[in-house]
C-alpha cells in the first residue's frame, strides 16, 4: 500500500499519514509524486516510487477542473506503472450539488463526473459528504461516503446546550440533520426551505419551526458564496434567534465569501479542512484527517 497526494492536499495527507502511523501503528511515509506543468498548463504527473502490484491512495480534493484532469492523469500513470487498485481519497467531490438536470439543456455534472472518473480506472473513491444520496447511485465503483458528524462529534458535544436548535437551510439538509439526530436525538430543529434562482443565488427562504430564544446552529454539506448561510441567519435573527452559528462540511468559500462572512452577523462559520482555506477570526476549522485515517485503515487491513 502507497499514499500518494496532490500538492494541494499535501497538508492533508500529512495529517491523515500522521494519524495512520500514531494510531494505527503503520510505517508510511508520502510516497514520490511529482506533478508537473507545462507554461500553458498543461498537467504531467510522474510517480517515482515502485507500485508494481501495489495498492495505491491518492488523496486529492477534487474541487477544480484542473484537480479533475490531474486525478485522471495520475491514475493513467499508476496504472501503466502496473499499480493493483487505485483508491481516490477526494474529502470534497465538486459537481455533487449537480446532482439532477435543474433546467432543460443544462447538463447531469455529477453524472459526468462519475463516469469520467470510473473511466479513467479509479477501482474504490472514498468521499465524504456528498450533496446528496444521488449523487452515489451514480458510481458502479464501491463509494465509501464519511458521514460528516465524525469530524464534528467533538464539536457538537462540545456546543450543544439545552436552548441549541439546530437548523437545515433547505430541504435537500434534512437527511443530513437526521443523521445527527442519531447522536443528539433531544435536540430542537427547524427546517427552512429555500428557492434559487441560479446558482449560488437565493432568492427567499421560509422557516418552519421556533428559533426564538435559542442559539441556533446551521447545518449544511456547503459554504461556497455563503449566499444560503447569510441569508438563513439574518431571517433566523429576524424570527427571534439569540444567535447564529454555521457548521459546513465543504468549505468552499468562493467569491465574496469572505466579504460575506465578515459582514454578517454569524458568531462562527465551523468547517473541515477537505479545501484549504484562508485565516478568519469567525472560521474555526476542524481536521477530518481522522475520519478519513480511519477508513483508510480499515481497507488497509482488508
Ligand atoms: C446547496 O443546496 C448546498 O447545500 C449549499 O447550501 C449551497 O451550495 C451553498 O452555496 P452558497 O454558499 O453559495 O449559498
Redesign the pocket.
Known sequence: MKIFSSIKSKDLAEKIIYELNTKYAHNIHLGKLNINKFSDGEILPKIDDDIKNSDMFFINTLDTSDSILETILVVDAAKRLGCKKFILVAPYLAYS?QDKVDYVGSSLGAQSLARTLENSGIDILITIDL?SSKVKEFYQIPVIEIDGKEIFKDFFVDSIKNNTCLVS??Q??VAKMKSFLKDFPYINTAVMS?K?VR??E?KSLNLKGQVRGKDVIIL??????????V?ASQLLLHKGANSVQAV?THG?L??R?FVNLEKSSLTELVVSDTLNNMDNPKLRVISSCKAISKYIHLLMNK
Not at 220 to 229: M, R
Open positions: 450539488r450533496h437551510p433547505d435537500g439538509g429555500k434559487r446558482p449560488n437565493v449544511d454539506d456547503i459554504a461556497d458564496t455563503l449566499g444560503t448561510i441569508k459546513a468552499v468562493s467569491g465569501a
